[in-house]
């Protein structure tokens, strides 16, 4: 009864902090949202929403009144084959150039930066030649933070476990060892083989905490969390092309015979014209694919519904404050409900990319023995 009533604790402990994140969030989107409705007559829920998961040259912290709290990150620029450094503070949160450069505002590099000339009417105008950008912009500190958190976690665990050896774990040991087996026991070994899984087990850690971490992170309202680094698309695919290539260069003999030759498949489908080979070749370039995409519309969609939620109360608001006041308490109730299921899908997205490479790593070793 006592271990019970402490469970019990645990989870109410647990799930008031949860309603305090998603309500956190939800006050923090009402700031910047109604931040937007005094620049505009109108207030636009589309560019809300695209501000808030697309990345920044500057940290976006807070606003109050006119001022604006945010942690400027260094640009650095390639333009004419000279390196050209300097404070994102120098734009002025995008509204003013630096040095002949501008974060543009429209067209095709809106939201890049981009250099710019003087017209013979005194205007200024985008260059046609637009410059090589390695600045360390919103996502890229995102995801600096999360490399740096993962070696602190890990290195510690790991130290822990050369101190204590074969003793009950604790502290940050206990809270990560059930994950670290669950993903060794049952998506590494129940996918690959309790002979081979021990070379790709690294790599299934290191993608499955790196996701489930940085899910977590943009959940958070404040600095450092709040940034949509998953549902990026580049990130997501950086990722699914790590898995393709040690599925490619993986593969065993069998795996490519089965590819070029599929077995029990009529000759008149692979000769004259290669239509399986082609279609699995098909299917060896479109499962990575499948990975990115996955990750990426599933991150960025829950962030797209629970601002969408957000967003109904300026947009009744407009029509009549009173709808407005009255759409909060439904639009607020909906955005925790929001929260917490990111929080399940932040697990969820991290186990299925992990489960689906290892079942790639699994199928491109498997041995195929002749069936007689």
């Known amino acids: 009864m006592p271990f019970t009533n402490r469970l019990k604790n645990f989870n109410l402990k647990i799930f008031s902090v949860a309603i305090f994140m998603m309500l956190s969030i939800a006050a923090s989107q009402n ?33 109050i009144g006119e001022t604006h709290i945010a942690i400027p990150l260094p640009v650095i620029l390639i333009y004419d084959g000279k390196l050209i450094t300097f404070s994102s503070s120098h734009f002025h949160h995008g509204k003013e150039s630096y ?22 009417d005194g205007k200024e105008i985008e260059d046609a030649k637009t410059p090589l950008d390695f600045s360390i912009t919103k996502n890229v500190m995102s995801l600096f933070i999360g490399v740096f958190l993962m070696l602190f976690i890990f290195l510690s665990i790991s130290a822990s476990y050369r101190k204590r050896g074969v003793a009950a774990p604790k502290g940050m040991q206990s809270l990560l060892e059930p994950l670290i087996i669950f993903v060794r026991d049952d998506i590494a070994k129940a ?36 940034v949509n680094l998953t549902g990026n698309i580049a990130i997501t695919m950086t990722l699914a092309i790590f898995t393709f290539l040690i599925t490619t260069f993986s593969g065993n003999k069998a795996y ?21 080979p082609i279609v699995e070749l098909t299917g060896v370039i479109t499962k990575p694919f499948v990975l ?44 925790v409900f929001m929260g917490l299921l990111e929080l399940l899908v932040a697990f969820i997205q991290a186990y299925v990319f992990t489960l689906l490479s290892a079942l790639y790593f699994g199928m491109a070793i498997e041995e195929h023995h002749k069936e007689h």
């Open 99 to 120: 040095n002949d450069f501008k974060i543009a505002e429209t067209g095709k590099n809106k939201g890049k930066v981009v250099h710019i000339a003087k017209a013979a």
């Open 31 to 63: 700031v910047t949202a109604g931040e937007e409705k005094a620049k505009s007559e109108k207030f636009n829920a589309g560019e809300m929403i695209i501000e808030h998961i697309s990345d920044a040259y500057e940290w976006h912290i807070a606003t």
């Open 292 to 335: 990115m995409v996955r990750l990426f519309a599933n991150i960025t969609a829950g962030h797209i519904i629970a601002l969408g939620f957000i967003s109904l109360i300026f947009i009744f608001g407009e029509m009549k404050p009173a709808l407005g006041y009255g759409v909060s308490v439904v639009s607020v109730i909906f955005y």
């Open 256 to 276: 490519w015979m089965h590819i070029v030759n599929a077995p029990g498949v009529p000759w008149w489908l692979k000769i004259p014209v290669p239509l399986m």
């Open 191 to 226: 996918s690959i083989g309790e002979k081979k899984y021990h070379k790709y087990l690294p790599f299934l850690l290191t993608i499955f905490f790196f996701i489930f971490l940085n899910n977590l992170l943009g959940l958070i309202p404040f600095f450092p969390g709040g």
